[in-house]
């Protein structure tokens, strides 16, 4: 089993930056695809960035791909999202999520989850 710890979250005003971090227990972390998604009150989830297993291929959800940088160091079984120019509507409870599929968008995809950071973004 896979445990994912996300931390990093609290409120920023708009225009700063936000460093998640999601930690991973197990022995087998680079053998999973990585992700991040996000859920805003009343919405439903969606996709933020995923990763692939060695780190060298990247995807984002196209709004977002030029504010937010997702990145894994295998050794340390981490994984982060670099959030910069943070706007209201970046308001989420953000999640953490490991496959074992190719790099995905689809939620569904994803086996593992932790339990959120919460993300404020007041204007």
């Known amino acids: 089993q896979v445990q994912l710890v996300e931390s990093g979250g609290g409120p920023v005003q708009a225009g700063g930056s936000l460093r998640l971090s999601c930690a991973a227990s197990?022995?087998?972390?680079?053998?999973?695809?990585m992700g991040w998604f996000r859920q805003a009150p009343g919405k439903e989830r969606e996709f933020v960035a995923g990763?692939?297993?060695?780190?060298?291929?990247?995807d984002y959800a196209d709004s977002l791909k030029n504010r937010f940088t997702i990145s894994r160091d295998n050794a340390r079984n981490t994984v982060n999202l670099q959030m910069n120019s943070l706007k209201p509507e970046d308001t989420a409870v953000y999640y953490c999520a490991s496959a074992l599929q190719d790099l995905g968008r689809r939620a569904e995809e994803y086996i593992y989850w932790g339990q959120g950071t919460r993300v404020t973004v007041s204007s």
């Open positions: 197990g022995r087998t972390f680079s053998s999973y695809v």
């Open positions: 990763i692939s297993r060695s780190g060298r291929t990247a």
